[in-house]
């Protein structure tokens, strides 16, 4: 039932069968997880090795993990936005990143995206949670953004030449810039328009990222086409290397159906060539993606025909059929960072609709006639001259404040917005944008509090940045010493977090769930420093003061394992709380141990009763080699192959 309307805008719900979210792990991210620099090949040119290089970050920090989902789904009401015309009709979900999740060509009875009912969440995204199926934003770093499951600030905004606009905004913690999606569909438009805009207010250079991924349905008949005969090409196994997508390891990687495996072909478009990429089925129809001049990269993804991309896609969108990606980013690749200067503003327009290709020659045996033949076809979709136009008049209704906020994000745009004003420095115009005090929560409160003075005893989340360790270092509580050293952890200042949380164990009046997050803090910098039994003593101590935190017990039979004392690992899983040992990790870890302690007997009876891991990695087939291992000479249970290969 519709809420409220306005032309053909409509606040309304949507009903989803998924699992919930749960809670978020209480666990600072401070391990180096993700600083690994990208291994290039042949072919590949110095400034994309540069920029590959350049922005990487050690971890998601601040950012808290989310991985307390399960996979037990069921019916709820999301909000949800509809804007539609005589051509399309297109459903945004704020609640969930703000995306995209249907784009309904009424011509065909066509979705042009990729969607479904039942969204499965599952470890894809940078902070786990994520969720397959229509068209996302991501921001940061390489990786589905750690806003993928997050509601964004989201409202309606009325122009004066009455353009009826959905934004959605928030600010993003890892890079500090803040970035807005304005969503608006003409009437009789054949295409819809997001005009995005990023914001970096800082003194300093910003490493950016960005990457607009569009789930498109995988038929028999889908070919991917792009202005370009060649590709910077990732099988998650290999170097990035130079490759032609039509003549690829034997075959035509644009059909979806040919690649054997999971991979990437980011389309090495010259840059005067306008910038596209359109999936187009048996019939010429799908998704044509165009773009301002500034949003450089086109990409398409596939899970490939293996038995792994298979069930992952069934794991993902269980009985939705399979699917591939086409996607729109600033960079050429996804293995790179841009150099985002101080103060600035970046600004383009992204344009969607159906391509409308004819069949006989979007699929024909001559690229170069299928490019020029879908060149022509987009730009009598959209004239180039036309999208770019737009750009101006999008850049000016960015700043036209809200006529009718919908929903509110995170309460991180006002923690920002205080610690700026504090220190004195920039901030945006939030005439467009208002973070509004009432979105500020607990997670906020204590850090707000910090700001105006107030003594600091402990927070639910996390901060980062030299003005907040300044604060907390002015501060005498274990409460502060035990944040200041997670900081610096994070940073990867090992010496000075092993110096502090040393300072929280040795206070006084210590409470049990700030000295095992101490404990846990200094196991973690000793493993990172190569003193493997002083850190596992140290994870141990930290679990047997808090056993009941499943979230620390689980990542230390984890890194038992991992660091060879499966001994260890048998008997911290038994130290798990009833329901939590029956969880399909805490299962997986202790098979594992058991196989790796002489026992594989007992390991493969858990394999073969059954095991699920809700916040499987994506790629990660641990389930299978265990399989392997303690079940050998018989084949693995499809339900156990993940392998990307």
Same mark, same amino acid.
């Given at each position: 039932?519709?809420?409220?309307?306005?032309?053909?805008?409509?606040?309304?719900?949507?009903?989803?069968?998924?699992?919930?979210?749960? =809670?978020?792990?209480?666990?600072?991210? +401070?391990?180096?997880?993700?600083?690994?620099?990208? !291994?290039?090949?042949?072919? +590949?040119?110095?400034?994309?090795?540069?920029?590959?290089?350049?922005?990487?970050?050690?971890?998601?920090?601040?950012?808290?993990?989310?991985?307390?989902?399960?996979?037990?789904?069921?019916? $709820?009401?999301? =909000?949800?936005?509809?804007?539609?015309?005589? $051509?399309?009709?297109?459903?945004?979900?704020?609640?969930?990143?703000? &995306?995209?999740?249907?784009?309904?060509?009424?011509? !065909?009875? $066509?979705?042009?995206? /990729?969607?479904?009912?039942?969204?499965?969440?599952?470890?894809?995204?940078?902070?786990?949670?994520?969720?397959?199926?229509?068209?996302?934003?991501?921001?940061?770093?390489?990786?589905?953004?750690? !806003?993928?499951?997050?509601?964004? @600030?989201?409202?309606?905004? @009325? !122009?004066?030449?009455g353009k009826h606009i959905l934004r959605m905004w928030e600010y993003e913690r890892l890079r500090e810039v803040v970035f807005q999606v304005d969503i608006w569909l003409p009437a009789d438009s054949d295409v819809l328009f997001a005009a995005v805009r990023?914001?970096?207010?800082?003194? /300093?250079?910003?490493?950016?990222?960005?990457?607009?991924? #569009?789930?498109?349905?995988?038929?028999?008949?889908? %070919?991917?086409?792009?202005?370009?005969?060649?590709?910077?090409?990732?099988?998650?196994?290999?170097? *990035?290397? &130079?490759?032609?997508?039509?003549?690829?390891?034997?075959?035509?990687?644009?059909?979806?159906?040919?690649?054997? /495996?999971?991979?990437?072909?980011?389309?090495d478009i010259d840059p005067s060539e306008r910038r596209w990429v359109v999936a187009a089925d048996d019939d010429g129809d799908g998704l044509a993606m165009l773009s301002t001049g500034l949003l450089r990269g086109k990409k398409l993804f596939v899970w490939g025909q293996g038995q792994g991309g298979k069930r992952w896609q069934e794991w993902l969108s269980p009985g939705a059929g399979p699917y591939s990606e086409i996607q729109a980013g600033l960079a050429q690749t996804q293995f790179e960072h841009l150099v985002m200067p101080a103060g600035a503003e970046w600004a383009w327009v992204e344009a969607y609709g159906n391509g409308h290709l004819e069949p006989q020659t979007s699929h024909g045996a001559d690229w170069d006639a299928a490019v020029a033949h879908a060149s022509e076809r987009l730009e009598q979709l959209l004239p180039h001259e036309e999208l770019e136009a737009m750009l101006p008049a999008a850049i000016s209704n960015a700043d036209i404040p809200p006529s009718k906020m919908l929903l509110h994000g995170s309460g991180w745009g006002v923690v920002e917005r205080a610690r700026r004003d504090r220190s004195g420095m920039a901030w945006i115009d939030e005439s467009g944008t208002p973070f509004v005090d009432e979105s500020a929560t607990a997670e906020q409160e204590p850090w707000l509090g910090l700001l105006h003075g107030k003594a600091f005893d402990g927070a639910p989340s996390f901060v980062a940045g030299a003005d907040w360790e300044d604060l907390l270092a002015g501060q005498d509580s274990p409460e502060a010493k035990l944040h200041l050293a997670t900081m610096k952890h994070a940073r990867q200042d090992l010496g000075g977090a092993n110096a502090l949380y040393r300072e929280v164990l040795a206070a006084r009046d210590v409470t049990p769930g700030t000295k095992a997050l101490a404990h846990r803090g200094l196991g973690l910098a000793l493993l990172a420093e190569g003193q493997e039994m002083?850190?596992?003593?140290?994870? &141990?101590?930290? +679990?047997?003061?808090?056993?009941?935190?499943?979230?620390?017990?689980?990542?230390?039979?984890?890194?038992?394992?991992? @660091?060879?004392? =499966?001994?260890?690992?048998?008997?911290?899983?038994?130290?798990?709380?009833?329901? #939590?040992?029956?969880?399909?990790?805490?299962?997986?870890? &202790?098979?594992?141990?058991?196989?790796?302690?002489?026992?594989?007997?007992?390991?493969?009876?858990?394999?073969?009763?059954?095991?699920? *891991?809700?916040?499987? %990695?994506?790629?990660?087939?641990?389930?299978?080699?265990?399989?392997?291992?303690?079940?050998?000479?018989?084949?693995?249970?499809? #339900?156990?192959?993940?392998?990307?290969?």
């Amino acid at each position: 039932m519709a809420i409220t309307a306005s032309s053909n805008l409509t606040v309304t719900t949507i009903s989803l069968t998924m699992a919930e979210l749960g =809670p978020l792990n209480p666990l600072p991210v +401070v391990a180096a997880e993700l600083d690994q620099p990208y !291994t290039v090949g042949e072919g +590949v040119p110095e400034e994309l090795q540069t920029s590959a290089r350049y922005g990487v970050v050690p971890n998601v920090y601040p950012y808290l993990m989310q991985d307390g989902y399960s996979r037990d789904a069921a019916p $709820k009401e999301l =909000p949800a936005v509809v804007l539609e015309n005589s $051509k399309l009709k297109v459903t945004v979900v704020p609640s969930l990143g703000g &995306r995209i999740w249907e784009l309904f060509d009424k011509a !065909t009875g $066509k979705q042009l995206l /990729h969607t479904h009912d039942a969204p499965q969440l599952a470890n894809i995204a940078l902070r786990k949670a994520w969720f397959a199926g229509g068209l996302e934003w991501n921001i940061g770093t390489r990786g589905h953004s750690p !806003t993928s499951c997050d509601p964004l @600030h989201t409202a309606i905004v @009325h !122009t004066p030449d009455g353009k009826h606009i959905l934004r959605m905004w928030e600010y993003e913690r890892l890079r500090e810039v803040v970035f807005q999606v304005d969503i608006w569909l003409p009437a009789d438009s054949d295409v819809l328009f997001a005009a995005v805009r990023l914001r970096n207010p800082n003194d /300093h250079d910003v490493p950016m990222y960005w990457w607009s991924n #569009a789930a498109i349905p995988e038929t028999d008949g889908t %070919r991917v086409i792009a202005p370009a005969d060649e590709a910077f090409g990732s099988d998650y196994a290999t170097d *990035i290397t &130079r490759v032609r997508p039509t003549d690829h390891e034997g075959y035509d990687g644009t059909w979806l159906v040919n690649s054997p /495996h999971a991979a990437d072909f980011f389309f090495d478009i010259d840059p005067s060539e306008r910038r596209w990429v359109v999936a187009a089925d048996d019939d010429g129809d799908g998704l044509a993606m165009l773009s301002t001049g500034l949003l450089r990269g086109k990409k398409l993804f596939v899970w490939g025909q293996g038995q792994g991309g298979k069930r992952w896609q069934e794991w993902l969108s269980p009985g939705a059929g399979p699917y591939s990606e086409i996607q729109a980013g600033l960079a050429q690749t996804q293995f790179e960072h841009l150099v985002m200067p101080a103060g600035a503003e970046w600004a383009w327009v992204e344009a969607y609709g159906n391509g409308h290709l004819e069949p006989q020659t979007s699929h024909g045996a001559d690229w170069d006639a299928a490019v020029a033949h879908a060149s022509e076809r987009l730009e009598q979709l959209l004239p180039h001259e036309e999208l770019e136009a737009m750009l101006p008049a999008a850049i000016s209704n960015a700043d036209i404040p809200p006529s009718k906020m919908l929903l509110h994000g995170s309460g991180w745009g006002v923690v920002e917005r205080a610690r700026r004003d504090r220190s004195g420095m920039a901030w945006i115009d939030e005439s467009g944008t208002p973070f509004v005090d009432e979105s500020a929560t607990a997670e906020q409160e204590p850090w707000l509090g910090l700001l105006h003075g107030k003594a600091f005893d402990g927070a639910p989340s996390f901060v980062a940045g030299a003005d907040w360790e300044d604060l907390l270092a002015g501060q005498d509580s274990p409460e502060a010493k035990l944040h200041l050293a997670t900081m610096k952890h994070a940073r990867q200042d090992l010496g000075g977090a092993n110096a502090l949380y040393r300072e929280v164990l040795a206070a006084r009046d210590v409470t049990p769930g700030t000295k095992a997050l101490a404990h846990r803090g200094l196991g973690l910098a000793l493993l990172a420093e190569g003193q493997e039994m002083q850190g596992l003593a140290e994870l &141990r101590n930290g +679990v047997k003061i808090d056993p009941s935190n499943v979230a620390l017990l689980t990542e230390a039979v984890t890194l038992s394992n991992r @660091h060879g004392d =499966p001994a260890m690992a048998l008997e911290l899983a038994e130290m798990a709380p009833k329901e #939590a040992a029956a969880v399909g990790r805490l299962r997986f870890l &202790r098979a594992l141990a058991l196989a790796r302690t002489g026992d594989p007997g007992e390991a493969a009876a858990i394999l073969r009763a059954g095991v699920e *891991i809700p916040d499987l %990695r994506e790629g990660e087939d641990a389930i299978a080699a265990l399989w392997e291992e303690v079940c050998p000479g018989e084949p693995v249970p499809a #339900a156990y192959q993940f392998g990307m290969q």
